[in-house]
């Protein structure tokens, strides 16, 4: 009898031993899972913030501005700012720069010079960043990180080029083609674009601006072959 109790007991107690032996062992494996998804977590979160910031395209457009302001204007580019009055130059920063945007003056026979006082009278509501002029001289009237006002809805995110010729066909001479293809392919090269970021305000608006380029596809198309040629030799 006291032998059969005692194995009784005994048997219970080993039964307590299991179950509990069972709990800690579920308790340890809970707290092991808990432990791996806080470590798949993390290595997730690194990850995903390596990628960020390796992906380069989140940096330069916040850093935009700053960028631009970095870039060094060269003594061959005349820098003649115009004042911050209107629409012309608002002095609103630029969101990017996306295109480079070839305009041509649309008034035969006139100078860079008379094209960035115009721009610079209080009354006028349009600018560019460069004008090129007939003798290919280059002028600066607004700063790269600033917005011009050329492009239309496209003034946020592009730089703009206005260039002058002699007659109304609206064909640049060759020394002021020549500045077009200098002035543009140090623009790419300083922003990190190709020759395929350079457009025509008709490809904006479809407006016949710079209209020789735009009633001659061909000259369009060897206007961006030398520019890529420029740039090329630019990064040697
Ligand atoms: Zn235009």
Redo the contacts with the bound molecule.
């Keep these: 009898m006291r032998y059969n109790m005692y194995e009784k007991n005994y048997g219970k107690r080993r039964q307590n031993y299991e179950r509990r032996k069972r709990r800690r062992r579920k308790i340890i494996l809970r707290r092991l899972a808990c432990m791996l998804l806080i470590i798949a977590a993390a290595v997730g979160g690194i990850i995903a913030v390596k990628k960020y910031n390796s992906s380069g395209k989140t940096v330069p457009e916040k850093n935009i501005t700053e960028t631009l302001r970095a870039i060094k204007i060269p003594e061959w580019i005349d820098e003649q700012l115009i004042h911050l009055h209107n629409t012309a130059r608002t002095g609103t920063e630029l969101d990017g720069v996306k295109n480079i945007?070839i305009?041509?003056v649309?008034n035969p026979g006139t100078t860079a010079q008379n094209n960035r006082d115009y721009f610079d009278k209080p009354s006028t509501e349009v600018s560019s960043h460069f004008l090129v002029g007939l003798d290919g001289e280059i002028i600066q009237c607004v700063p790269l990180w600033e917005k011009s006002a050329?492009?239309n809805w496209r003034n946020s995110d592009t730089i703009s080029i206005?260039v002058c010729h002699p007659d109304e066909s609206g064909k640049f001479s060759d020394i002021t083609y020549n500045s077009v293809i200098k002035l543009t392919a140090w623009l790419l090269n300083e922003t990190g674009l190709n020759e395929e970021a350079v457009i025509r305000?008709y490809d904006i608006t479809e407006?016949l601006?710079?209209i020789y380029y735009v009633q001659n596809e061909d000259a369009w198309k060897q206007l961006k072959k030398d520019v890529g040629k420029a740039l090329k030799s630019l990064k040697g």
Excluded: R
């Design positions: 945007v305009h041509y649309g050329a492009s206005e305000h407006k601006c710079p």
